[in-house]
Nanobody, 121 residues
Framework: HVQLVESGGGSVQAGGSLRLSCTYS????????IGWLRQAPGKEREGVAI???????TVAESVQGRFTISKDNAKNTLYLQMSSLKPEDTAMYYC????????????????WGQGTQVTVS
């Protein structure tokens, strides 16, 4: 029933930009939080940014000033605008949601998409 599908990943040069999209369905977005998380090679999965039903967002310190999260409920789409990309941003990016999301805590997200790869060189 719950579905989250990411798109927009790819390979870019350092300093470049990418915009990721996530289409969602099957859950009450009015009471769920939704966000982006990533996992780089050899590292633990980490939260990147989240946005709640009221439009309040939280962005990880490592990407503040460079990444912006937004949501369009009319289109059932979540976005992650990434700019000034760095090689360390290389990771698999996941869209995830849940009713009891606690900040950027990875294990607090109940539903996950399949991920989209972002490579910065």
């Amino acid at each position: 029933h719950v579905q989250l599908v990411e798109s927009g990943g790819g390979s870019v040069q350092a300093g470049g930009s990418l915009r990721l999209s996530c289409t969602y369905s099957g859950f009450p977005y009015s009471s769920y939080s939704i966000g982006w998380l990533r996992q780089a090679p050899g590292k633990e999965r980490e939260g990147v940014a989240i946005i709640d039903s009221h439009g309040t967002s939280t962005v990880a310190e490592s990407v503040q000033g460079r990444f912006t999260i937004s949501k369009d409920n009319a289109k059932n789409t979540l976005y992650l605008q990434m700019s000034s990309l760095k090689p360390e941003d290389t990771a698999m990016y996941y869209c995830a949601a849940g009713p009891y999301v606690d900040g950027l805590v990875v294990k607090s997200f109940a539903f996950w998409g399949q991920g989209t790869q972002v490579t910065v060189s």
